[in-house]
T-cell receptor
Framework: SAVISQKPSRDICQRGTSLTIQCQVD?????MFWYRQQPGQSLTLIAT?????????ESGFVIDKFPISRPNLTFSTLTVSNMSPEDSSIYLC??????????FGSGTRLTVV | GQNIDQPTEMTATEGAIVQINCTYQ??????LFWYQQHAGEAPTFLSY??LDGLEEKGRFSSFLSRSKGYSYLLLKELQMKDSASYLC????????????WGAGTKLIIKP
């Protein structure tokens, strides 16, 4: 199965600033998924990132707030822009790995103060 | 609409067996996944069911009934390390094959 390196693992940021989260996959994948997970809650899909096209955002998430880059088949970034305390959460990237389902990065724990 | 239900929390004893249920409503069912998530860590894949029946993998088994919109994860010979949240997710072909996630079941193992 694929191995994903996600950075940073955690950060504490000032409100109004932006944070860019990176995910590097050890193999080429068509789609990468970005999730948010509030403490004690389930995963919420933010967007799906395809290489060479704009990301597809789910209801409640917009490109201006969560711009995504997908420059090649092994790498993607998610930026959390103009952060507020409500953006404090765990952010996860994920890729599909065939019969073994989906593999996740180790997550980024974001705290906005 | 889409909906996935699973119990919020369960408690079991070390060495015992526990069954975690998941019921779902989706328009374009394309497979059901179970994931384990330890506190502060990312989810890890446990099982995948797309056809009715039981899939066994070591101490863990997963069952699916598509007609009933029902699945369960069976954990045998429970160990303390099995204390975690267990997430049920359904892939929905009518929603661009995205995964619809349940809220997770927190399993507490007592000695």
């Amino acid at each position: 199965s694929a191995v994903i390196s996600q950075k940073p693992s955690r950060d504490i940021c000032q409100r109004g600033t932006s944070l860019t989260i990176q995910c590097q996959v050890d193999s080429q994948v068509t789609m990468m998924f970005w999730y948010r997970q509030q403490p004690g809650q389930s995963l919420t899909l933010i967007a799906t990132a395809n290489q060479g096209s704009e990301a597809t955002y789910e209801s409640g998430f917009v490109i201006d707030k969560f711009p995504i880059s997908r420059p090649n088949l092994t790498f993607s970034t998610l930026t959390v822009s103009n952060m507020s305390p409500e953006d404090s959460s765990i952010y996860l990237c994920s890729v599909e790995t065939g019969g073994e389902g989906y593999t996740f990065g180790s997550g980024t724990r974001l705290t906005v103060v | 609409g889409q909906n996935i239900d699973q119990p919020t929390e369960m408690t079991a004893t070390e060495g015992a067996i526990v069954q975690i249920n998941c019921t779902y409503q989706t328009s374009g069912f394309n497979g059901l996944f179970w994931y384990q998530q330890h506190a502060g860590e990312a989810p890890t894949f446990l099982s995948y069911n797309v056809l009715d029946g039981l899939e066994e993998k070591g101490r863990f088994s997963s069952f699916l009934s598509r007609s009933k919109g029902y699945s369960y994860l069976l954990l045998k010979e429970l160990q303390m390390k099995d204390s975690a949240s267990y997430l049920c997710a359904v892939r929905d072909a009518d929603s661009n094959y995205q995964l619809i996630w349940g809220a997770g079941t927190k399993l507490i193992i007592k000695p």
